[in-house]
């Protein structure tokens, strides 16, 4: 497995630099982390898996409150 395989955040800015147009300056803060990204699988994947009868219950509710946070930092990162 590719020890760098998830993305690195960048942001492209204009480039004070002659003959450069834009930079690319990483990002700090508001995308999805790998550590984020772990956590939305998990979550995710035990809505589309069958429920365990012993374990704890859904609460479609958070998924409606989390989804659009994780849609956005997952678009910031991407970008």
């Known amino acids: ?3 760098n395989f998830y993305p690195k ?6 480039s004070a630099a002659p003959g450069v147009a834009s ?3 990483p990002i700090t803060d508001g995308y999805l ?4 990204f772990v956590h ?8 589309m898996h069958a429920a365990n009868p012993y374990g704890s219950k859904t ?4 998924f409606e409150k989390s989804f659009p946070d994780w849609r956005a930092k997952l678009i910031r990162l991407l970008n």
């Open 23 to 25: 930079d690319l300056v």
């Open 1 to 3: 497995m590719n020890p």
């Open 59 to 62: 609460g479609h509710h958070f």
């Open 40 to 47: 939305v699988c998990k979550k995710c994947g035990g809505m």
């Open 9 to 14: 955040p960048v942001e492209e800015k204009p």
């Open 33 to 36: 982390t790998e550590e984020d």
